[in-house]
């Protein structure tokens, strides 16, 4: 692996993510929320900007692309569909382009449910996947303009990635997210450990992304909704994964 990713906080809750590419020095941002935090991380390590790539169009990931760009002359690389409404790009990506950081190549992603045009970046080699508000650490994100079954088939994706595959998703919601997983799974070991381990690490203001997909598989109840003890958990024993997913994400977006 020669991908280096350090997480950026921005805003109140958002992530941006910084990808270096050990063997060329090549550097990519991941959304951009606000340019200062982002500055900050790049002048620390005396590093300069080459690359931004947008996963969707929600200002909380772009506001911050147009003064990185002129600041750095970064190119801008995001979803083709989504052109209308991103900054300027650079090139218009779709589902199963390659993209790369220097030698680091990875898979666009389509990843359609919190928007149409969400797309994410998967780096295999480097055990990396950058899914903003798809796979969220212990959830997903909301359904705003696609359909349950659009993003159940969507997080389906990442169902059979390499579980050591870091989830560099965009926001700080694991507590809560848990808190909502509990209700589902109250009696998930595992959950309960991450439980613990995400109240230390938040009272020690560290950031809980990215996680591990083993961790998701073990207690996210978004992913897990294919399972029989996840359906009968939520009373639809004989329903399909879509289903059941549709019902988890109604509970949550009530919770």
């Known amino acids: 692996m020669s991908l280096e990713v350090v997480t950026i906080p921005c805003l109140k809750d958002n992530y941006a993510f910084l990808a270096r590419d050990g063997a060329t020095g090549t550097v990519a941002l991941v959304d951009a929320p606000e340019a200062g935090p982002i500055e900050a991380a790049l002048a620390e390590r005396g590093w300069k900007l080459d690359l931004i790539l947008i996963t969707h169009h929600h200002a909380d990931h772009i506001d911050g692309v147009e003064p990185l760009r002129r600041a750095h002359g970064a190119q801008v690389w995001g979803a083709a569909a989504d052109a209308h409404r991103l900054p300027p790009l650079d090139r218009q990506l779709a589902a199963g ?89 109250p009696g998930n070991e595992a959950l309960q450990a991450r439980a613990r381990k ?31 003890e996840v359906k009968a958990a939520v009373g639809l024993p004989d329903a399909d994964d879509a289903a059941v997913f549709a019902e988890i994400r109604r509970r949550k977006d009530s919770f």
């Open 97 to 185: 382009d390659a993209v790369a950081i220097g030698e680091s190549t990875g898979t666009v992603l389509a990843v359609p449910g919190h928007t149409l045009s969400h797309i994410a970046f998967h780096f295999p080699a480097d055990r990396v996947a950058f899914t903003a508000d798809s796979l969220m650490a212990a959830g997903c994100g909301r359904v705003f303009e696609g359909t349950h079954a659009q993003m159940w088939h969507s997080l389906s994706q990442f169902l059979d990635m390499d579980p050591q595959t870091r989830i560099c998703s965009g926001h700080e919601y694991t507590e809560a997210n848990i808190r909502f997983a509990l209700t589902i799974e």
């Open 198 to 228: 995400v109240a230390q690490r938040r009272a020690r203001g560290e950031p809980t992304v990215p996680s591990l997909l083993a961790g998701e598989l073990a207690t996210n109840p978004f992913l897990r909704a294919r399972l029989p």
